[in-house]
Nanobody, 121 residues
Framework: QVQLVESGGGLVQPEGSLRLSCAASRNIFSNYAMGWYRQTPGRQRSLVAA???????HYADSVKGRFTISRDDAKNTVYLQMDSLKPEDTAVYYCNLPSHITGGTPRLSSWGQGTQVTVSS
């Protein structure tokens, strides 16, 4: 069973930045696209950014130009650099393996604990 551990969240003021990290318990990243999802109370998780094994990226319209996803397969880690944060970015952020770069059912049925991002003045 692969475990995913997200970290890097916190409280930040609007227009601030955070960098999230997601580490896997074993080497799975190199064979699959990776993605960051977020969820707010009462809403489904949604994919906000994804990156293929060859570095092709896809972003939700709401974060395009502000968020940057990257991966380090040697460290089994995927990152999400979040700049120009807005209050509406407040959510719990998770990583997983999207079945395709624009979404689809995540490949892993189990999720990590997520990391809370709160954007507030």
């Amino acid at each position: 069973q692969v475990q995913l551990v997200e970290s890097g969240g916190g409280l930040v003021q609007p227009e601030g930045s955070l960098r999230l990290s997601c580490a896997a318990s074993r080497n799975i990243f190199s064979n699959y696209a990776m993605g960051w999802y977020r969820q707010t109370p009462g809403r489904q998780r949604s994919l906000v950014a994804a990156i293929t094994t060859t570095g092709i990226t896809h972003y939700a319209d709401s974060v395009k130009g502000r968020f940057t996803i990257s991966r380090d397969d040697a460290k089994n880690t995927v990152y999400l650099q979040m700049d120009s944060l807005k209050p509406e970015d407040t959510a719990v952020y998770y990583c997983n393996l999207p079945s395709h770069i624009t979404g689809g059912t995540p490949r892993l049925s189990s999720w990590g604990q997520g990391t809370q991002v709160t954007v507030s003045s």
